[in-house]
């Protein structure tokens, strides 16, 4: 089974600031990885995924995140922030055997302040 | 291309009432799923489709819900009698087959029991 920990609940950034969003997942088996974000009443949008191959994985919107399989971890970065990146971000894990099973985090909740 | 569609977009009942969403999936998807996404949390699978059959319903409650597929486009899911516990967002998904990694979100239907 896999779980996923989303270490910051909430992360306030200032517009223009670097942001990271933490995530760590556990499992017994290879995964692929994802980050999801929602805007404020709408669904879920993939903004990456790590399936194989380099662990430096970028996204959608200038986001990227570097899979890292020692610490079980793959924190989402931007270098600058938008207003417009004002969102709810989950990170998930889906096995390798069952990738149509997908693991959802708790979510963290970014707000970029003007 | 059209995306998942959900009606309706905000539900609100009593305890003990009963209650159904709609979810018409991108055309051509074969696989269809339910999350229910509890306020501070991640989306949690209840069931997944594929087609008109059911792949998965293991965290399904089936006492009280139930979802169907009838032929292989839309589908209902259905709370029949709905708990305060069921406060929620409902989110719908597809994606074009099983073994697709990526799904593709609708914009939830909220829902609250009083």
């Known amino acids: 089974a896999q779980s996923v920990t989303q270490l910051d609940s909430q992360v306030p950034v200032f517009e223009e600031a670097p942001v990271e969003l933490r995530c760590n997942y556990s499992s017994s088996v290879s995964v692929y990885l994802f980050w999801y974000v929602q805007y404020p009443n709408q669904g879920l949008q993939l903004l990456l995924k790590?399936?194989?191959?380099?662990?430096l994985v970028k996204g959608i919107n200038g986001f990227e995140a570097e899979f890292n399989k020692s610490q079980t971890s793959v924190h989402l970065r931007k270098p600058s922030v938008h207003i417009s990146d004002t969102a709810e971000y989950f990170c998930a894990v889906s096995s390798k055997t069952s990738y149509d099973k997908v693991i959802f985090g708790p979510g963290t909740s970014l707000s970029v302040i003007p | 291309e059209a995306g998942v569609a959900q009606s309706p977009r905000y539900k609100i009942i009593e305890k003990r009432q009963s209650v159904a969403f709609w979810c018409n999936p991108i055309s051509g998807h074969a696989t269809l799923y339910w999350y229910q996404q509890i306020l501070g949390q991640g989306p949690k699978l209840l069931i997944q489709f594929q087609n008109n059959g059911v792949v998965d319903d293991s965290q399904l409650p089936k006492d009280r819900f139930s979802a169907e597929r009838l032929k292989g486009v839309d589908s209902t899911l259905k709370i029949q009698p709905a708990k305060l516990e069921d406060s929620a967002v409902y989110l719908c998904?597809?994606?074009?087959?099983?073994?697709?990694?990526?799904?593709?979100f609708g914009p939830g239907t909220r829902l609250t029991v009083l």
């Open positions: 998904a597809s994606s074009p087959w099983r073994g697709t990694d990526t799904q593709y």
């Open positions: 790590y399936l194989s191959g380099s662990t």
